[in-house]
């Protein structure tokens, strides 16, 4: 999987302008940037120009040497970075780059080169090139980052085969990075922040200290919750990440790589429905999977099971099985595999009292609900559901000294309350699942 960088930036400029134009910019205070982590690209320092594309974070082609790593430095790798080695996470990404774009590898040690996640590509842009900076929350995504130490880690970077000279400054989440090119919007305008989308989104949920935690539903699921800010106290033996909170502490984390793209699957390949809204109208006509269970591996499984080689499948299938219990099915399947992911983290920090939800996904009440009998707790989805957006402005208010009142930002719009439960359902998806990693794996 893999997009150009050079219509990210496009695009995001557009976005940027249309906003500018409509507010007016004397009303635009700051920039604040929040995005897709792991994603990455290398570019020439001069010109700007991406060497190849960017390789998004789902991209499998690094599997192999990510399997590699984790053989020949796997408890390392997590010690200093807090992750587990996987094609997931940007260091192999780079190098993969670096080794397929002719004549990149001589280029890089003469300083012609830079990389990058999404966040350090933008920054270049916006300043027409004067700064070349990320933040620690992305950084502490690239597995090259030592948690501990704060600093690229000479070791990460020499297993991983990137030269450490290619890679930008860290800061802060909140802090001046500098200013927009005047030529870009009439102006120049300071940028005061900068955080990985995930972290934001838990910046914006309002969680600084562990008890809450919150799943932002896309084409993944990702669920963080706070850690504290001590990482000897913090280091997970569970299958989760440990990472950098935008706050400046530590968080863990359980990525579910295919959550929103199970239904876009159904959609799209056995168009089951003609859009992802249909997939859950589908879902409430069933009332019940009657045993059908969707095992959603599209990409393998990630935390707390960490299998490259895990498939999807769909079991229990009858005669009379339906298209809508298929449906019913899949959104079941992504609120186990939460279940799964919080289970892990209680293991690390004790209980967690509520989920608080954003992302497209979390629009779906039936999948909403589903959850909630799953994991037998409450599911908060706050008014503003652009959480991310919200936690990026709200970094940017920090780093300008002031606050950011926003009126019922963290109330509850919406509170699932269980109304059933699903431990036989969860039961035998979690058998399946079982099954279907033995089958990988032979």
């Known amino acids: 999987m893999e997009q150009s960088g050079r219509d990210i930036w496009e695009s995001q400029l557009e976005a940027a302008r249309a906003v500018v134009r409509e507010v007016g ?24 120009d991406p060497i190849g594309p960017a390789i998004v974070w789902q991209c499998r082609r690094t599997a192999g040497a990510a399997a590699h790593l984790l ?28 080794d397929h774009v002719p004549g990149a ?47 690229w880690d000479a070791d990460l970077c020499r297993w991983q085969r990137v030269p450490e000279t290619i890679l930008p400054e860290v800061h802060p989440s909140a802090h001046e990075y500098g200013h927009t090119a005047a030529s870009l919007f009439g102006a120049p305008l300071p940028i005061l922040a900068v955080a990985g989308d995930q972290q934001a989104a838990l910046f914006g949920h309002g ?9 932002t539903y896309g084409t993944g699921a990702f669920i963080l ?47 089951l429905a003609p859009t992802a809204p249909d997939i859950s109208s589908m879902a409430v006509a069933a009332e019940s999977s009657q045993g059908v ?57 004790g209980q967690i009292e509520e989920l608080r939800v954003d992302g497209g996904m979390s629009s779906s009440d039936v999948l909403l609900q589903i959850q909630s009998n799953a994991l037998q707790r409450s599911i908060i989805r706050p008014a503003i559901q652009e959480t ?36 036989r359902e969860f039961d035998r998806w979690t058998s399946a699942r079982r099954a279907i990693q033995h089958l990988g794996a032979n």
């Open 25 to 48: 910019i004397e009303h635009v205070r700051s920039v604040a940037l929040a995005n897709q982590r792991e994603t990455s690209l290398i570019w020439d320092r001069a010109s700007r």
């Open 71 to 98: 053989n020949a430095h796997g408890d390392e790798v997590r010690s200093r970075s807090g992750l587990r080695p996987d094609a997931y996470f940007s260091g192999l990404k780079i190098a993969w780059l670096l």
């Open 105 to 151: 590898r001589q280029r890089a040690p003469q300083g012609d080169l830079v990389a990058g996640t999404v966040d350090s590509w933008l920054l270049a842009n916006l300043t027409g090139g004067g700064v070349f900076a990320t933040d620690r929350t992305n950084a502490s995504r690239t597995m090259l980052w030592n948690l501990t130490e704060r600093r």
């Open 207 to 215: 969680i600084v200290e562990p008890g809450r935690a919150k799943c």
């Open 225 to 271: 919750t706070h850690a504290g800010r001590s990482i000897e106290s913090a280091a997970p033996a569970s299958g989760l990440l440990l990472t950098a909170s935008a706050d400046g502490g530590l968080a863990y984390e359980g990525g579910i790589f295919t959550a929103g793209s199970v239904v876009q699957w159904l959609r799209d390949e056995l168009r």
């Open 293 to 349: 269970m969707l095992i959603p591996a599209l990409a393998g499984l990630g935390a707390p099971h960490w299998d490259a080689d895990a498939r999807g499948a769909i079991l229990g299938i009858t005669r009379g099985t339906t298209p809508a219990q298929i449906a019913r099915a899949a959104l079941e399947s992504i609120a186990f595999r939460v279940r799964e992911v919080v289970e892990a983290m209680e293991a690390e920090c």
């Open 388 to 423: 991310t957006a919200l936690g990026a402005a709200r970094l940017a208010a920090t780093a300008a000294g002031s606050s950011l009142d926003v009126k019922d930002a963290e109330d509850a719009k919406d509170r699932f309350e269980p109304n059933g439960e699903l431990e």
